[in-house]
């Protein structure tokens, strides 16, 4: 079964960075897009950056020029989201996402269980 593992959040200042990763793992025999959203209290889950497999990357307006995405050279199932310069509103929970296709041909898009990122001094 798919499983996609967040890691790297925690308690920051602000002016701080964190940098978080994702593993996917599994029956994958493929993954177009990996991202990275973010959900705060009271408010809906939104897109923060996202990587297709190809090397395009789209971000949200309030994190460009401080966060970036990437993923790790050897292991295209591992990506990373290294945020710079964080604000106190940049605090959420982060959810890692793949649209992965498996071995057996099924097309789904997977999430994490997500990971705290509290900015405040």
């Known amino acids: 079964q798919e499983q996609l593992v967040e890691s790297g959040g925690g308690l920051v200042q602000p002016g701080g960075s964190l940098r978080l990763s994702c593993v996917a793992s599994?029956?994958?025999?493929?993954?177009?897009?990996m991202g990275w959203y973010r959900q705060a209290p009271g408010k809906q889950r939104e897109l923060v950056a996202i990587?297709?497999?190809?090397?395009?990357?789209?971000y949200a307006d309030s994190v460009k020029g401080r966060f970036t995405i990437s993923r790790h050279n050897a292991n295209k199932n591992t990506v990373y989201l290294q945020m710079n310069s964080l604000k106190p509103e940049d605090t959420a929970v982060y959810y890692c996402n793949a649209d992965v296709m498996t071995y057996g041909g099924n097309s789904l898009s997977s999430w994490g269980p997500g990971t705290q990122v509290t900015v405040s001094s």
């Open positions: 599994g029956s994958i025999f493929s993954i177009n897009v």
């Open positions: 990587l297709t497999s190809g090397g395009s990357t789209n």
